[in-house]
């Protein structure tokens, strides 16, 4: 696997399993009727932040989105967003994109990283997280409406990168 640069060319890739997942509304509070071109602008990263994608062969298995969590004297943590086409899920396309995040933070010089918004529910997700470095900070309780489960907790989950 690979993981690169994402260009606006690979919208085209990424799209499809970005609307699968919105559209789930199992992990993302994204709306469900947002526009190819709205949903480009919330995934595909301006500076200083980074969209990338993991190929595998010439296809697109995942991508993440990274960049400083909030702007000017919260620039030093860094925050990041992960989706994983369906069809690849469980092949650790998640953990590579994660080490890459992790690995892209500490070269830029973030001092830690957070997770604004991790449903409770998303078990996978969550245990990834926990078994790279991260901790749970709090659990906002019914922040986020699961199309199931009905109301479930947000976690802000944090790691310390180091200092600055």
């Known amino acids: 696997m690979v993981i690169r640069e994402a260009s606006h060319v690979d919208w085209q890739d990424i799209y499809p399993f970005f609307r699968s997942i919105v559209d789930k509304g199992e992990t993302y509070a994204y709306p469900a009727d947002l526009s190819v071109q709205e949903a480009e602008h919330l995934w595909m990263e301006r500076p200083p932040g980074l969209t990338v994608v993991a190929v595998q062969g010439d296809v697109i298995v995942g991508s993440a989105k990274m ?11 860094a925050t990041a967003s992960f989706m994983v086409h369906p069809d690849h899920q469980g092949q650790s396309v ?10 892209w ?3 830029r010089g973030y001092r830690s990283i957070q997770f604004n918004a991790v449903v409770e529910t998303n078990v996978a997700a969550v245990q ?13 309780p019914e922040a986020f409406d699961h199309p199931e489960q009905g109301l479930v907790g947000l976690h802000v989950m944090h790691m310390t990168l180091g200092e600055r």
């Open 67 to 77: 960049g400083p969590n909030r702007p000017g004297r919260g620039s030093h943590v």
């Open 94 to 103: 998640g953990r590579s994109l994660g080490n890459y995040v992790l690995a």
């Open 128 to 140: 990834l997280w926990r078994s790279l470095g991260f901790t749970i900070l709090t659990t906002i």
């Open 105 to 107: 933070a500490r070269e």
